[in-house]
């Protein structure tokens, strides 16, 4: 299912939040990518603090979203993957942090009225 | 690392407290990143300033050079500083743009100031020098941009 499927159209900002962003890791790497016009690999591994492997998975998942462009080519003989974030990856970084900060400034659900005792105004538990 | 439909579960019950987590979370990374992108992105404004050096020094030895030595002069250092750059690991946003503009105004006025002296001031050095500091000036103005940030 697709996430798309899976927001709904509902109003509440948890419906804007996006799993694929969400992941500790990916946020990350798109945080370092939303800063740079473009950025090599071996800086965006260097920066996050992740293994060769790990970023390259991750990559792999933000580019099948269409958050991220990978290009690679040669400095001279050597191998070289840039990547960059898209229009729709930077949209989506925006909407994600927007949605979390609306959640994060809305009352807890579990937040509890404690019932007055003798008359006292409800109060808020914290 | 969890699959996303495992991690969109989690959202769907997100509390206020985790999702400020979270967004600390995301605003220390932003602050990462953007101290390393701004310390290995230093180079951006080298670049521009020695592309207004060279604009400087190919324009003053163009007006007894000529146009051929001129042309050969900026084949090679644009070869030369694009590998330069290329060898770069990240620019800051903005850069890709800010570089066209400089560029974009640099050519225009190098097409008037060596149409002009070409045409009109040949071996001069009393018009190829100023013109050449006027020309070269949205280059410097474009590394003073980027040292500012």
Redesign the interface.
Known sequence: MSVSDRSGDGSHPRHRLDPVIHSPVRLSIIACLAAAEKAEFGFVRDTVEVSDSVLSKQVSTLEAAGYVKVKKGYVGKFPRTWLSLTAAGRRAFDVHLHALAAIASAPSSTDARIEPVSGASPVKRR | ??E??A??DG??A????A??V??V??EN??A???K??RA??RWTGRFLAAFGIASIVFLALASVGGVVAYVASWLAYGVISQ?FA???????????RLCGRSFAAWFVLQGVGCGVGFNFFAGEAAYWVPMAVVVSAPLFAGAWRTARR
């Open positions: 690392m969890p996303p439909d991690i969109h959202l769907d997100i509390e206020p407290a999702a400020a979270a967004l979370y995301a990374a932003q990462i990143a953007g390393a992108v290995e992105s590998w290329r060898r770069e690991r990240v620019s800051w946003r903005g850069f890709d």
